[in-house]
């Protein structure tokens, strides 16, 4: 019962990772972040994995999945640092997020819970001819604190999702080694007793 309710939650778990990253990932692609954009990417590859391992009784691929969720972990709590601009960390470097491709911040900076953006006429002469030079304001929750709580929920789930996983391996594993157990007694060619006979055979010699 415990194994099935570890591995029903686990389930779960890999649906809501799933359903928060492409959320995710939708904002980050309005917001043109290619950098969370690849890491989205290769997390719904792996927590796709992970789901059907835990469907299928796959431990190898629930190892991986919890060892990406690791570095997973490690990436989000990256992306709080940068927002909140922890250590020599900024969050208006272009490099880090966007690969130094394009200017553009993230999609709630102009989006936010009501933020009024204002175009700001003339643009100053170093701003690019492509782009438009604003101004935002009243915002109710700033930008930075949003991508904050996202990342703040992929840590929450990922490290539910790493603990349920690891309990559902080890699960499997004892599963399979009692399995081991039952059956070796064929491996080594078990036979039971057998009957003796109490005749006993006696020559015969025929005569020419």
């Given amino acids: ?8 939650t686990l389930i779960f778990i890999c649906g809501m990772q799933l359903v928060c990253v492409l959320e995710r990932q939708i904002f980050d692609f309005l917001g043109y972040q290619w950098a969370p954009i ?8 792996i927590v ?11 431990p190898r ?8 969720l690791v ?3 490690t990436w989000n709590v990256f992306v709080i640092c940068f927002y909140l601009e922890a250590g020599d960390l900024s969050k208006e470097t272009d490099l880090i997020l966007t690969f130094n491709i394009s200017m553009h911040r ?8 009501g933020c ?5 006429t003339p643009a100053p002469d170093w701003a690019p001819e492509d782009h438009r030079y604003i101004t935002v304001s009243g915002c109710l929750l700033e930008y930075q604190y949003i991508e904050v709580a996202h990342s703040a929920l992929q840590i929450v789930l990922a490290l539910a999702g790493f603990v349920y996983a690891c309990y559902v391996v080890k699960c499997i594993t004892e599963e ?4 081991d157990f039952i059956g070796g007694f064929d491996s080594y060619g078990y036979q039971g007793p057998q009957k003796t006979s109490h005749l006993q055979l006696q020559p015969m010699y025929m005569s020419k």
């Avoid at 629930?62 to 060892?67: D, L, S, T, W």
Wanted: aromatic share 20%.
């Fill in 1 to 8: 019962m415990g194994y099935c309710n570890g591995r029903c």
């Fill in 38 to 45: 690849l890491a989205n990417f290769v997390h719904i590859i």
């Fill in 48 to 58: 796709i994995l992970g789901l059907f391992g835990t469907i299928q009784y796959r």
């Fill in 61 to 68: 691929y629930i190892k991986g999945y919890a060892v990406w």
């Fill in 71 to 73: 570095l997973w972990v």
């Fill in 106 to 113: 993230s999609w709630w900076m102009e989006n936010g819970p």
């Fill in 116 to 120: 009024t953006v204002t175009s700001v």
């Fill in 176 to 179: 399979e080694d009692s399995f």
